[in-house]
């Protein structure tokens, strides 16, 4: 056993199932049992979980096959995407890689600019996905220090074309690498285009990518409970959860932007909002 018990689990359980899921995980080096363990106490809270198909050598076949299944029988949506930067899929392969990733059983695709060859419009591929009943989101980063407001507007207006196409989501990385020093390579977090983020878009249609502890504090506490966070450790669930529950009610973010979120069709639980 991992240790993914809480001590006042069952009452706990009862008020997460009344909650709209808001983490999604992600584990590169997943472990079946841990997984499982957090599906059976947290699967409500759970909104997607995130596989390597094919790109990661710590990741055998059998083991993502056991993490899909295991989402499957929770009711859980899987999700998959490009992980080498080299990797640019073209025109002609966009069908054969939507293809191979429905019948993996995963049922959302996250793409990002680098993974696809210029030229290839959001309308396009989000018409491919249709046609195969899967789910696009589309990532935008933030991670440079250097970068500015012009760099962060052109993130906006591709989130924007991309959600107006029938994307599900954003998934937004507002962690900015800086130079490595004697303490190795820091980071910090770009809170103020985090928050632009969730003023244009609204936190229902953007997540934070926020792998480790001292991304994911400062976020709930800028946003609250309804912060959606993705990239979670499986055995980090609790920790998130539990200072999701302890943060203070921030007052909700409108979208300044107007569009209609595209529907789940990955997701169909009870309490599930289809925005």
Known sequence: ??????????????????MVPLTSLFDSRPNPETLRECLEQFSQRISAIRVLIGHNEHTTVGTTRQCIQLAHRFNVPTVTRVESPRVVINRGVLPIYLDLCGETGVSRIQFRKTSLQHGINPREVVALADDRNLDIQFEITEWSATRGPESEQAEINEGIEWLEAGALNLVASVTRQSVVNENGRQSQMNMQFAERLARTFGLHAVMFTAATESEQTPLLKAFGEETHICDVPFADVVRVEKMRSEVSLVTSFSAEVDFTLGYRRSDNRPGQRNY
């Open 1 to 18: 056993m991992s240790g993914l018990r809480i001590s006042n689990g069952a009452q706990v359980n009862t008020a997460l199932k009344e």
